[in-house]
C-alpha cells in the first residue's frame, strides 16, 4: 500500500504546556498516512526509552509495519527528562487530538484510533489509556477541541507498576528523584484501570531483565477484574527493547498476533 511522504507537525503552537519559557525541546508528530480514499484505521506510536530518550527502533520502523498492514501509523516525539510528570502524556495526548482534528484531511477513521507503545513508551500509553480525563492535562493547557481517549491500547513490554517490578530507571525520571507516595500510587497504572479503560494488547518476555513480565500481568489481571477485553502473549524468553523483533522470528509474530486482534475488533 502506498504510504505519503513522511511530515512533521509541531503539537503545541507555542512553549508546550508545564514547561518553562527557557526549554528549548519541541515536541512534534511525524506523520506515515497511506495513500487511501476512504477511512483507515491509525495507530499512534510512544517508542520507549526511559523516559530520558526515545528509542528510534521503535518508532518509525513499527509505524512502517502498520503501513504494510493497512493502517495509518504516526509517531510521537515526545517530552523526555528533564522534563516531568504531566508533560510527556499532555504531548501524547494532544498528538491523538491532532489526528483527530485533521483526520478528515488524513482519512482517519474517527472511531479507530489506538496507540502503541515500548517499554516506558508502555507506561505513556497506557497512562493516556487510564488517565485520559485527568484534570491535571485540561488545568495545564491541554485544548478541548478532540477527545484524547485511545480507541485501543498495544503495549510492548510495558513499564506498568510503580511497586515491587517498577523499572526504578523509569519513574526517576518521570516523577523525579523524590517522588511522593501520592504521585506513585497515581502513575502505577495497575491501580489505575476501571471499566473505561481501553482494550488492550500486551506482549512481553517472561525473561525480561529489565521490566519484569510482571508489568503485564499486573495490568492484564485488572483489566481481567474490571471486564476490559484484553489479549496477552508472553514468550518465554528474549531480551528487553526487542520493537519488532527482527531477529527472533517467534517474538516478531507479535506484530501479525496484533493486527489480527485490531481486525477482529473492527480496524
Not at 518553562?20 to 526509552?49: H, I, K, N
Not at 477527545?147 to 513499564?159: E, F, H, N, Q, S
Request: glycine residues 8%.
Amino acid at each position: 500500500m502506498t504510504t505519503l511522504p513522511i511530515k512533521q507537525y509541531a503539537l503545541w503552537d507555542d512553549v508546550p504546556p508545564a514547561s518553562s519559557p527557557e526549554e528549548t525541546f519541541r515536541p512534534w508528530l511525524e506523520t506515515y498516512t497511506l495513500d487511501v480514499d476512504a477511512p483507515q484505521g491509525a495507530v499512534l506510536v510512544c517508542p520507549g526509552g526511559g523516559y530520558a530518550n526515545r528509542a528510534a527502533h521503535e518508532a518509525a520502523p513499527v509505524a512502517r509495519a502498520f503501513n504494510d498492514a493497512g493502517y495509518h501509523a504516526f509517531v510521537v516525539q515526545y517530552r523526555v527528562a528533564p522534563h516531568r510528570h504531566p508533560e510527556p502524556l499532555l504531548d501524547a495526548a494532544r498528538a491523538i487530538q491532532i489526528i483527530r482534528e485533521r483526520s478528515a484531511e488524513w482519512h482517519v477513521d474517527l472511531e479507530h484510533v489506538a496507540v502503541c507503545g515500548f517499554s516506558a513508551g508502555g507506561h505513556l500509553t497506557a497512562s493516556l489509556g487510564v488517565h485520559h480525563d485527568l484534570e491535571i492535562l485540561r488545568e495545564s493547557g491541554l485544548p478541548d477541541t478532540a477527545p484524547c481517549r485511545p480507541d485501543a491500547l498495544i503495549l510492548g513490554y510495558p513499564v506498568i507498576s510503580a511497586g515491587v517490578s517498577r523499572h526504578a530507571g523509569s519513574f526517576k525520571n518521570l516523577l523525579g528523584p523524590d517522588p511522593s507516595t501520592a504521585a506513585l500510587a497515581l502513575m502505577s497504572l495497575e491501580t489505575q484501570v476501571t471499566e473505561a479503560t481501553p482494550p488492550t494488547f500486551l506482549w512481553h518476555t517472561a525473561d525480561d531483565a529489565s521490566v519484569p513480565v510482571e508489568n503485564s500481568l499486573d495490568f492484564a489481571a485488572a483489566l481481567r477484574r474490571h471486564g476490559v477485553p484484553f489479549e496477552l502473549h508472553v514468550y518465554p524468553c528474549g531480551r528487553h527493547g526487542l520493537g519488532l523483533a527482527p531477529e527472533n522470528p517467534h517474538i516478531a509474530t507479535w506484530m501479525d498476533l496484533c493486527c489480527a486482534w485490531l481486525e477482529d475488533m473492527g480496524w
